[in-house]
Structures are given as structure tokens and as C-alpha cells.
């Protein structure tokens, strides 16, 4: 088909250009993921200690999962300002919910009696966490991760719309040609490509983790 | 602050034309995921190794960014309602078919055989033993699909569609701070109402029993 | 509950980082020497501002950003004089002067120049530059035998057939201050009935696909000649003139003395005629303005 051809004009004219936005792409949403991972696991661990807490700071999490994420972004230009930072700072919010989430599950859903017995072998609570709880827990919070990254590199096709670059803004030049389909597709392409991939790799690193090697390896990633 | 009351006070009838706007688009999709996502997830059950595949096909689907499937019906479909409801379609059916699928595959097989065994035909089995009980289930991924879609829906704006997005894309572009907060504070308001409405529904559905169980 | 703090902590910096406005590895330059470009979504400002950049890299040790799809030169502008960026790759006179400077519009292009010249200077600490050598003006397009056919050659010839036209017109004009819709409508004393808003690079095709009857234009757009359409005469003058320069803050300039006289190779150079030309081969021929750029000043030797 014409259009095929002309994808193909058009990465071999401006492959570097492409691959540019493409690793940018991908930097905000791994940055996103990143922060959020630093804040979200320990917080998810935290309250799968301390019950009480869990049920607000899950619900507000839940509730910056509802904003609307052209919202979110518009909103965050006006007090932080234009470009990459911004959208980097959304997708660390969007990214909170999976991880935290996971993470507390996972913390949760580790055996009592295997607790037990750590205390029972003289381990601090520090020890139980890391010798015990985590490695348990890997599996499922990977999963969040997982869930986090393809979040952020949806969300952060429409960074565009913010000055942040990205390969939306080759879906954008392509929306405002006149027979631009071989262009929008030509950033659309690579922006799917990136997020199955990314799922793909999650979900190998994700049996990877799992200590009991039981769970088949799950194609459809788990917001419940 | 002032320019948003004024704002409101001089295009009142405007926004709420985008509210329903936003609504309608939003809606209709959901419904029509409902409508091909419960009946398909109900005869995946039949077919394990099909269910697999049609929902590894699907979740590749959801992977996909949304502005590069709403982008890419540009060309296909125009611009416009349709193109934004078929994209949006598109993103609804897979956390409905997903829990219908694992509802309904989890009811009791005694209770089916119970069915069965009261002469009941395949189509009543459905009727009134699986789609009852697993009703909570499909709720939950019913509830998830539609805010999904009111979030999505702003950037159906971009493609003519019309909605809350309208405002905060004029926003953006003629750098007008409270049109990005008329578009955006709105749309995030109702995104939340829906999903308390809709978590209140799921709740209601929840056969009372299950529910007890659920909160222990 | 040690890494609960260490996630705090983190937390913050993250915070403080983003507030503070450093660039993240990979995703900008080092602060000190990065000059920041923007641009607008249309080709016309991404092709200039990839032309600033590659001069500004090709001609010095500057690292260049550039910050692009910002809605509308009023959002270049907002971004200006917030410092989310160091230069603006177009501004237009009249846009600035009905919207950012809220004055009235004034009709004689080189007093409108000289007015944002010295307002510039003086209410945001920036140089605007003398224009690039074109001016790029909202017009009213229609399909040139059509507009034959009906003898339409002004837009208040268009009254008549007000409630019959299928409008259409980029997203933002409708609710733009100054030389938008409302100003139209006052100015011409007539609306139209049906308007359909839409990304403005598809109005083109649009009217001459016979789905539209009139669109809004930008006057540079190469699919003007190409698509043999006729820019109706704005009779009652109620678009003001939109001559186009690069604007830059002078913290910047100061900072960088080379980038003055650089910006300062390209007014002139560049004719409503040849942004046409240039404007087609990314909107027609869909090249990357950065490649459009880097041909254009190969041609030209980058101004030396």
C-alpha cells in the first residue's frame, strides 16, 4: 500500500529524529515510574503495617487515578510551567496507585506462618522485610510496575500538548497535514510498539520474581 | 477565579451543551462495550483456549496509547462523534469482557449442575444462575471501563467530538488559564461522581451474603 | 522504617527539582549553557524555530531545547515571559498587540512593528527582532472557481450568504480575544450560522474536498497556491497586520552576545513566497521541519 511506503520514506528520511522522540518517550515515563516507585513501595509497605492508614491514602491515590490526564497535565502547566518536568511529575502521579497497591497486596498476601518463623529465627522486623517479605512480595509488585509503565507512556504521548516532545508530536504534525496518515501512524506505531514491548519485558521480569514459579505468565496486566 | 465565574455566568447554556457532549460520547461507548463485551465474555467461557487469545488480542489493544488510536481513526473515519465513540469503544470492552469471563467462570459448577438438573436450558442457566452471580464481578469492570472513558473522552475533544476537552484545548491554545479550569475541574469532578455512583451500584449488586463476606 | 524516610526524602528532591526547573539527564541540556526555542503546532513556526536552532548549534557552542506544539503565539508568549523559553521562534505584531499587549489594532504594519518593539522592550525585558520578511494573516479562503461562480471577492460579500456557509476554522479562533470571532462579528456586523471548529491543518483539504465552503486560513499556508484557493480581501481591515519576527529575552541575549547578531541574519530573509514554499514541503510533502530547515540553510550558506 501507498501509505506503507510512505511510513517507510519517512523513517528512513528522519529515522534520527524519530529515535530521538522515541527515547525521549520512553525516558518520561521511566523517570515517572521510577519516582513514584521510590515513594510508592515504601509507602505500600507502610501500610500494610499499619491498616488503619491504608484505606485513605489508597482512596486518594484512587482518586488521582480519575483525573482525566489531559486535565491533570493542563492544570500542572500553570503552576509548574511548560516542557518535560511537568509531564515527568504527572506520570509520577499516575504511577503511584499500581505500585502502592501491588505493594500492599504483596506485602499482605505473605504467609503469617512465614513471619513467624523469621521472628522465631531471631530476624529484626528490617530483616523479615528484606529476607522475607519482599522477595515474596517481588512478583506482585513488578506487576505494578508493569501496570505504571504502560500507564506513563500512554499518558505521555499527550505531552506534546505541553511542549514536552515526545513521539506525540509526530502524532500531532501528522493530525494537522493534509494526508498525514503515513505520519500519524508513523508516531503511532512506535508509541504502541514501545508500550507492548515494555508490557512484554514487565511480565518476563515478573515470572522472573515469582520465588514459587507457579503463576503462568498473565498477558492482561491487573488494575482491580 | 473572577474570570471563571463570569466565564460561567456568560456561557452557561455552552457548558452544559458540553456536558452532555462529553456524557454522550462516554456513555454510548460504554453501553456499546457492555453490550459486545458481556455476551462475549459469557461464551468465552465456553471456549478456554479461544478466551486466551481474544483477550491476549485485546489487552495488546489496551496497551495502545489513546491518542494514537484516536489519531489514527482520523484518516479512517473523519473527524467528529463516531470516530472518538469507535476509538473509545474500542477501550472499553477488555476490563468488561475480563471480569465477565472471570465471573461468570467462577460460579460454583454444583450450583450449574443444580441448574441443569431442574431442567433448566442453557440460555435460562445463564439467565438465572450465572449472570446473577457474577453480576458483582462485571459491575466492577463495568464501573472501571466508563470512568476510563470520561477521562479518555477529554482528548476526544482533539478530534472534533466535542466535550469538556473543548475547553481545556482552547485553554491551551490561546493560553487562557480559566478555560483550562473550566474544562478541566468539571470533567475531573464528574470522572469522581461517576465512579463513587457507579462503586455504590456495585456495592448494591453485590448480593448481600458475598457482601459480608467481602468485608470481613 | 528506614526506607520509608529515604522515600520521603526522595520524594522532596523529586519535588524541589521539578519546582526548581532542572533538566533531568536525558531529557534537556546543562542550564548554563542551554537556550530554550518554542514553537507553535503549525510547520510555519516549527521550520523557523528549527532553522534558530540549527544556526545557533551550527554557529556556536549553545546546546539548544526546544519546546515545541505550544498552542498559539500567545502561549509562546506566556512561555517568554515565564521563562519556560529563551526565544520565540515567531511572534506576529498583530497577535501581540490585541491579545498580550491588549491594545487596539493598529492597521499600518511598520508603526505596529514599532510598537511592539519598544513595548517589548519595555514591559518584558525582550528584543523583538525586525521582521523575517513575510506576514502571515488570518484570511477567509474559498475554492477559486466557486468564489468566481458566486463573485465573491471581499469578505462582506460573504454576508449574504451567511447562514448557507459551512465555516470552518481552527479551534482557538472562536474564543480568541481580540481578533477572534466576537471581534469579527462586531466588526463585520454578521455571524454564521454553521462553524465547525477543527485543527486548522484541516481546513485545507477540507475546502477542497468540498466539505467546507469558507475556511479561516493562515495567509502563508503552501496549500493556498496548491490547492488553487482564493484569499477573499479583508475590506473593512479587521485583521490586523501579523509580521513576523523572532523575539528572544535579553537575560538570554546578555548572556549570550553571539545569539544577537545570529537572530539578526535572518530578518528579511524570508519573503511570504518563499514560506509558502517552505510551509508545502512539510504540510504537502510532509518533511520534518528539522530537515526543511537544514536545507534551507545549507542553501544558503547559514548566512555567512
Not at chain 1, 485513605?56 to 518535560?84: E, F, R
Not at chain 2, 444462575?129 to 476526544?156: D, F, H, K, N, Q
Not at chain 3, 461562480?149 to 454576508?159: A, H, N, Q, R, Y
Request: hydrophobic letters at 45%.
Amino acid at each position: 500500500m501507498d501509505t506503507i511506503k510512505e511510513i517507510l520514506n519517512y523513517y528512513s528520511n528522519n529515522g534520527g529524529y524519530v529515535w530521538e522522540q522515541f527515547f525521549r518517550h520512553f525516558l518520561m515515563s521511566a523517570y515517572g515510574v521510577f519516582f513514584a516507585a521510590i515513594v510508592a513501595i515504601p509507602t505500600g509497605i507502610l501500610i500494610a503495617r499499619y491498616r488503619r492508614l491504608s484505606g485513605w491514602i489508597i482512596s486518594l491515590a484512587n482518586v488521582i487515578q480519575t483525573i482525566p490526564a489531559l486535565a491533570m497535565l493542563a492544570i500542572l502547566m500553570l503552576v509548574i510551567g511548560l516542557g518535560p518536568n511537568t509531564v515527568v511529575f504527572s506520570l509520577f502521579l499516575y504511577s503511584l496507585l499500581p505500585i502502592l497497591k501491588n505493594t500492599y497486596t504483596g506485602i499482605n498476601n505473605v504467609d503469617a506462618k512465614l513471619l513467624e518463623s523469621g521472628k522465631a529465627m531471631g530476624m529484626t522486623k528490617f530483616q523479615v522485610l528484606r529476607i522475607v517479605e519482599l522477595p515474596l512480595s517481588m512478583s506482585v509488585i513488578m506487576a505494578g510496575l508493569r501496570t505504571a509503565l504502560v500507564i506513563t507512556i500512554g499518558v505521555a504521548t499527550i505531552g506534546t500538548f505541553i511542549g514536552a516532545g515526545g513521539l506525540g508530536d509526530i502524532i500531532l504534525r501528522g493530525t494537522n497535514m493534509t494526508d498525514g496518515t503515513a505520519i500519524i501512524l508513523a508516531g503511532a506505531i512506535p508509541t504502541a510498539l514501545m508500550a507492548v514491548i515494555a508490557d512484554l519485558v514487565m511480565a518476563l521480569l515478573e515470572r522472573r520474581f515469582d520465588p514459587t514459579k507457579k503463576k503462568k505468565v498473565k498477558t492482561v496486566t491487573t488494575v482491580s | 477565579m473572577q474570570d471563571i465565574i463570569l466565564f460561567f455566568q456568560n456561557n452557561w447554556g455552552e457548558f452544559l451543551v458540553k456536558v452532555w457532549e462529553h456524557l454522550y460520547i462516554s456513555l454510548i461507548a460504554g453501553m456499546l462495550g457492555i453490550l459486545v463485551a458481556v455476551p462475549l465474555g459469557i461464551v468465552l467461557t465456553r471456549f478456554k483456549r479461544g478466551a486466551s487469545f481474544v483477550m491476549g488480542v485485546l489487552s495488546v489493544i489496551q496497551t495502545f496509547p489513546s491518542f494514537a488510536i484516536l489519531a489514527f481513526f482520523i484518516p479512517l473515519l473523519g473527524v467528529g462523534k463516531v470516530p472518538a465513540i469507535v476509538a473509545l469503544f474500542l477501550y472499553s470492552v477488555l476490563p468488561i469482557l475480563r471480569n465477565t469471563y472471570t465471573g461468570v467462570r467462577a460460579v460454583d459448577p454444583n450450583l450449574l449442575e443444580a441448574g441443569k438438573g431442574m431442567g433448566m436450558t442453557v440460555l435460562e442457566r445463564i439467565w438465572h444462575v450465572e449472570l446473577p452471580l457474577a453480576i458483582p464481578v462485571i459491575m466492577a469492570g463495568i464501573r472501571l471501563s466508563i470512568v476510563y472513558l470520561i477521562g479518555w473522552a477529554t482528548l476526544a475533544a482533539f478530534i472534533g467530538a466535542g466535550g469538556l476537552g473543548d475547553y481545556i484545548f482552547s485553554g491551551l491554545n490561546n493560553y487562557q488559564p480559566e478555560l483550562i479550569l473550566v474544562g478541566a475541574i468539571p470533567v475531573t469532578i464528574i470522572a469522581l461522581l461517576v465512579d463513587l455512583l457507579l462503586g455504590k451500584v456495585e456495592i448494591g449488586v453485590t448480593p448481600k451474603a458475598i457482601r459480608k463476606i467481602k468485608e470481613a | 522504617m528506614r526506607i520509608k524516610h529515604l522515600g520521603i526524602a526522595a520524594m522532596t528532591t523529586a519535588l524541589v527539582l521539578f519546582i526548581s526547573g532542572c533538566s533531568l539527564p536525558g531529557l534537556g541540556g546543562p542550564s548554563g549553557e542551554t537556550v530554550k526555542v518554542g514553537t507553535q503546532t503549525i510547520s510555519e513556526s516549527k521550520i523557523m524555530g528549527e532553522i534558530i536552532r540549527q544556526l545557533i548549534e551550527h554557529e556556536t557552542d549553545i546546546h539548544v531545547d526546544m519546546v515545541n506544539n505550544l498552542g498559539s503565539s500567545v502561549v509562546q508568549h506566556k512561555a517568554l515571559v515565564n521563562k519556560d523559553i529563551d526565544i520565540a521562534s515567531i511572534l506576529y505584531t498583530g497577535t501581540s498587540l490585541t491579545g498580550p499587549l491588549g491594545m487596539e489594532a493598529v492597521k499600518d504594519p511598520d508603526k505596529a512593528l514599532s510598537i511592539v518593539q519598544r513595548e517589548y522592550e519595555k514591559q518584558f525585558d525582550a528584543t523583538w527582532f525586525n521582521s523575517y520578511g513575510f506576514a502571515n494573516t488570518y484570511a477567509f479562503a474559498m475554492r477559486r472557481d466557486e468564489s468566481e461562480k458566486k463573485g465573491i471577492e471581499t469578505v462582506s460579500d460573504l454576508e449574504k450568504y451567511k447562514n448557507e456557509i459551512r465555516l470552518g476554522v481552527d479551534d482557538s479562533w472562536l474564543q480568541r480575544k481580540g481578533d477572534g470571532y466576537k471581534g469579527f462579528i462586531k466588526e463585520y456586523g454578521f455571524d454564521f450560522e454553521n462553524k465547525s471548529p477543527m485543527q486548522i491543518g484541516l481546513v485545507y483539504k477540507a475546502l477542497a474536498s468540498h466539505k467546507m465552503d469558507v475556511v479561516l486560513a493562515y495567509s502563508t499556508d503552501g496549500r493556498i497556491p496548491a490547492y488553487n484557493l482564493k484569499l477573499l480581501k479583508d475590506d473593512k481591515q479587521f485583521f490586523p497586520p501579523y509580521d513576523a519576527s523572532p523575539v528572544a529575552r535579553n537575560e538570554v541575549l546578555e548572556a549570550h552576545p553571539e545569539l544577537k547578531p545570529l537572530l539578526q541574519k535572518l530578518t528579511g530573509k524570508i519573503d511570504t513566497d518563499m514560506m509558502q514554499k517552505l510551509n508545502y514541503e512539510a504540510d504537502g510533502k510532509k518533511k520534518e521541519p528539522a530537515l526543511i530547515a537544514k536545507e534551507f540553510l545549507e542553501k544558503n550558506n547559514y548566512f555567512k
